[in-house]
T-cell receptor, first 112, second 114 residues
Framework: GEDVEQSLFLSVREGDSSVINCTYT??????LYWYKQEPGAGLQLLTY?????DMKQDQRLTVLLNKKDKHLSLRIADTQTGDSAIYFC????????????FGGGTRVLVKP | EADIYQTPRYLVIGTGKKITLECSQT?????MYWYQQDPGMELHLIHY???????EKGDLSSESTVSRIRTEHFPLTLESARPSHTSQYLC?????????????FGSGTQLSVL
């Protein structure tokens, strides 16, 4: 079945760039997503990328996709304390219908 | 901004009680989902619905049941709560159409069964 893996924890200084990595196993993935979960809240969709794209930039967020290696990353430029949260990578493959498979989440801690 | 609401936000209940977690969305989305999330763990899909009168079990086996009588409402019921049901339950709905499907999540219900 589908599997999505992420590192557990990332610590970064305020103002630096953060890079969160994700690997997935399903070669038929069509869309890949990044969600943010702040403490006590639901998940918020940050950005997504279609599988035929290599890169997508949206303000401070840059998503890189290496489809050959099944590797997805999220770069946050000029990281702020408000970026401290858990970030979930998710993939959607058409054969599985409209269900998303989520990674375990990466907890990002931004230090002042 | 997404309009999907879950109640209650927190629930502490004794073993054996019947509970219903409410989820409502005002966006007219056909597709709705229930995810279960243990602390520090990934989300697991437990139920989903493609529209009124449609309910399906997700990847993770769950003793809960769902119903979808109205488009905007997707409640989850546990007939007899047990401590193993302690978890966070997240409801979501998605925009219609193929392709860039976006999930919108509620704030979640943190359930504790004593």
């Amino acid at each position: 079945g589908e599997d999505v893996e992420q590192s557990l924890f990332l610590s970064v200084r305020e103002g630096d760039s953060s890079v969160i990595n994700c690997t997935y196993t399903d070669s038929s993935s069509t869309y890949l997503y990044w969600y943010k979960q702040e403490p006590g809240a639901g998940l918020q969709l940050l950005t997504y990328i279609f599988s035929n794209m290599d890169m997508k930039q949206d303000q401070r967020l840059t998503v890189l996709l290496n489809k050959k290696d099944k590797h997805l990353s999220l770069r946050i430029a000029d990281t702020q304390t408000g970026d401290s949260a858990i970030y979930f990578c998710a993939e959607r493959s058409t054969p599985a219908g409209n269900k998303l498979t989520f990674g375990g989440g990466t907890r990002v801690l931004v230090k002042p | 901004e997404a309009d999907i609401y879950q109640t209650p936000r927190y629930l502490v209940i004794g073993t054996g009680k019947k509970i219903t977690l409410e989820c409502s969305q005002t966006m007219g989305h056909d597709k709705m989902y229930w995810y279960q999330q243990d602390p520090g763990m990934e989300l697991h899909l437990i139920h989903y619905s493609y529209g009124v009168n449609s309910t399906e079990k997700g990847d993770l086996s769950s003793e809960s049941t769902v119903s979808r009588i109205r488009t905007e409402h997707f409640p989850l019921t546990l007939e007899s709560a047990r401590p193993s049901h302690t978890s966070q339950y997240l409801c979501a709905s998605s925009e219609p159409g193929q392709g860039r499907e976006k999930l919108f999540f509620g704030s979640g219900t943190q359930l504790s069964v004593l």
